[in-house]
């Protein structure tokens, strides 16, 4: 039976813990617990259902409770987020999702508090004294329900025009236990694939399909119905899964479940995550200093 995560801490739990081809290491660091876990062969992908990369998860206190923008725990983040970018060139970060679709507006939410650097150039970044900035593009892809294009297209579209280097894309996830729900941060180097987490696949965006590299953040803010449930009844026989199922996405419609208070946890999550790549970014700047930018 498959569970349904975009988690791959949850990946490699639900497949087990020993597979070979897959690197292990957890750390700590401002009261942060972290994991990194790096798939290595495409075996290991496959036991996974993941791509070969690094995935790095972050252990938050819920995102319910307030944070102060020079919190220190924002820069362990952002140096996390920094050790998979290209050391120079222009970043392109991107807000995925729909604004009008609350466990859905993590990526816009977060994109519209990222410093866009790419227009301050010249004498103006020397006047203004920003000429330490690097540069930053940032847009919001919408989703093909409203715009009519693919995410993927749209940011090739993009790429090409404006030669980033890099781009980050932000998005909600979906986990499959409700613990993790804004309690938990992924950051990875191996892409993304818009609406994954509710079922509604579309084209990847990774460094095969843009040619550049692509760092993916995201927050769990969903859980599947069906997820949910197997894992609760902590089902083992396929027949009773497929029951379940079958009750809970009648006529193959699709549920999931997100928490009451998932409008604040999606200000604090899109904060947190706006203000930690603005620090991994703009190196030699202070979270102090970012804070007055944005």
């Known amino acids: 039976m498959e569970l349904r995560t975009d988690l791959a801490i949850e990946a490699r739990e639900i497949a087990g813990e020993e597979i070979s081809g897959v690197d292990f290491k957890e750390y700590s660091e ?38 102060a923008n020079t919190d220190k725990r924002l820069e362990t983040i952002g140096r996390e987020i920094r050790r998979l970018l290209p050391v120079n060139g222009l970043a392109l970060v991107c807000g995925l999702g729909n604004v009008e679709i609350t466990p859905d507006a993590l990526g816009p939410k977060t994109s519209a508090q990222v410093l866009a650097t790419r227009h301050i150039t010249g004498e103006l970044a020397r006047a203004t004294g920003l000429d330490r900035l690097r540069p930053v593009a940032v847009l919001t892809t919408g989703v093909t329900g409203q715009t009519g294009i693919e995410t993927g297209e749209y940011l090739l579209s993009i790429t090409k025009k404006i030669k980033p280097t890099v781009i980050i894309a932000i998005d909600a ?122």
Do not use: W
């Open 30 to 67: 401002n009261g942060l617990n972290i994991s990194r876990l790096t798939v290595k062969t495409d075996r290991a992908g496959q036991l996974l259902h993941k791509e070969k990369g690094t995935y790095i998860t972050v252990d938050l206190p819920p995102l319910t409770d307030n944070f």
């Open 173 to 294: 996830l979906a986990s499959r236990r409700l613990e993790r729900l804004g309690c938990t941060l992924q950051i990875s180097n191996t892409g993304i694939s818009p609406g994954a987490g509710v079922g509604n696949h579309r084209t990847k965006i990774n460094s095969e399909t843009m040619g550049i590299p692509v760092i993916a953040i995201g927050v769990p803010t969903v859980v599947d119905t069906v997820t949910m449930a197997i894992d609760l009844l902590d089902l083992k026989n396929e027949t009773d899964a497929n029951q379940i199922k079958a009750k809970l996405s009648p006529d193959g419609r699709k549920m999931v479940v997100t928490p009451k208070e998932v409008d604040l946890l999606i200000d604090r999550a899109s904060r947190l995550i706006s203000m930690s790549v603005n620090y991994a970014l703009h190196k030699g700047l202070e979270l102090e200093d970012l804070a007055m930018l944005v």
